[in-house]
């Protein structure tokens, strides 16, 4: 009678958190959140999450998970996470991803992102997570090498092809949007001074097209400084893959037309900074598994590609964005900013629409 996957936190608002996990048989589960039972956990067999509501913001809980079955209780190890504070204007976050196959690779990474300091407030996945999504040994291992980055920081992901649309990635992490309680498997949130929007590039993109348009509207009316746009295909490639034609066509005039900071993809293993019309995407697909060369006829629109293990640390300011691609040396591979002035400048009024 154990946990078997997680704790994964989801997203931690100055007074919410949520959090997943799964046990290793059916069984209730409690949570003691500083010492104290907090909330309702919801269980659907070896499933479980909770959504804490009235925290404080700018405060650091300590939690524990307390598992019964029948007269046994057993107390989890104890974990913890921070709030942000309710105004959040200088902050950081990590973006990475294609983490399957190699887990040595993947875990050296890994514990580069875990010695980052300060911590980064939030981490973003850009898709294959394991070699194979139907496999539970897949992730098993996915979660044992991931088990200290995902239990105190805040982890969104988004779908990538080898998850093969698993069930086990909508049980194990938050998907806010859904209907008639479905997960569609892309969503938005958002953090800090800034609009996250997560994509599905392995399904239909039309309607989510549609969804992109609506979500960055609302922001741009909500004078929300920085948008990011993050899913799995990437629009533009040097890698062997190569570029989605269609994603590029549908998607990223609409990310163009309402002044996105940032794109953010995977699928090619490498790392490549591209700009087109001014805007920046960024391909970040060496979490570990294979790494892909850079061909030798690169997209039209690429600056910087680089075939090497990394992650993205992005740090966001009132009057910019700056991202630096980290190789598990702690090296810098890349770096570059995005003004906030160049963004606000690229956004078209609704005048002019």
Request: proline content about 6%; overall charge neutral; aromatic content about 10%.
């Amino acid at each position: 009678m154990q946990i078997g996957w997680g704790p994964v936190l989801g997203l931690v608002t100055p007074d919410s958190a949520a959090i997943r996990w799964s046990t290793t048989a059916t069984m209730s589960c409690a949570l003691i959140l500083n010492g104290a039972q907090s909330g309702e956990v919801i269980s659907d067999g070896v499933w479980h999450q909770i959504s804490l509501e009235g925290l404080n913001p700018a405060t650091k809980y300590t939690y524990q998970i307390m598992l019964s079955s029948g007269s046994r209780q057993i107390q989890s190890d104890a974990f913890s996470f921070s709030t942000p504070p309710s105004s959040l204007d200088t902050w950081s976050f990590v973006a990475f991803g294609d983490t399957r196959t190699n887990h040595a690779d993947h875990k050296s990474v890994v514990d580069a992102i875990l010695r980052v300091a300060p911590k980064p407030m939030l981490v973003i996945h850009s898709g294959d997570m394991g070699e194979n999504g139907a496999s539970t040994d897949c992730w098993n291992t996915f979660f044992t090498i991931e088990k200290n980055l995902q239990n105190d920081i805040p982890f969104m992901a988004c779908l990538g092809n080898h998850e093969k649309n698993s069930p086990i990635f909508y049980r194990m992490f938050q998907n806010p949007l859904s209907v008639g309680g479905q997960s569609l498997g892309y969503y938005s949130f958002k953090f800090g001074t800034a609009l996250f929007i997560v994509l599905n590039s392995e399904s239909d993109p039309s309607p989510q097209a549609a969804f992109l348009e609506k979500t960055l509207q609302n922001a741009v009316a909500e004078n929300i400084p920085w948008k990011f746009v993050l899913w799995h295909q990437t629009p533009f490639s040097s890698g062997s893959h190569g570029g989605n034609v269609n994603l590029a066509n549908l998607w990223v005039p609409i990310m163009e037309k309402y002044g996105v900071t940032c794109g953010f993809y995977g699928h090619d293993h490498l790392y490549e900074h591209s700009i087109k019309n001014g805007y920046h995407h960024v391909t970040t697909g060496g979490g570990g598994a294979p790494l892909y060369a850079v061909t030798r006829n690169p997209n039209p629109y690429s600056k910087t590609a680089i075939s090497k293990l990394h992650f993205l640390l992005v740090n966001v300011t009132p009057k910019k964005v700056s991202i630096t691609a980290i190789g598990t040396d702690d090296g810098k591979i890349d770096t570059f900013d995005v003004p906030l002035s160049v963004v606000n400048s690229k956004t078209r009024s609704p005048s002019n629409r």
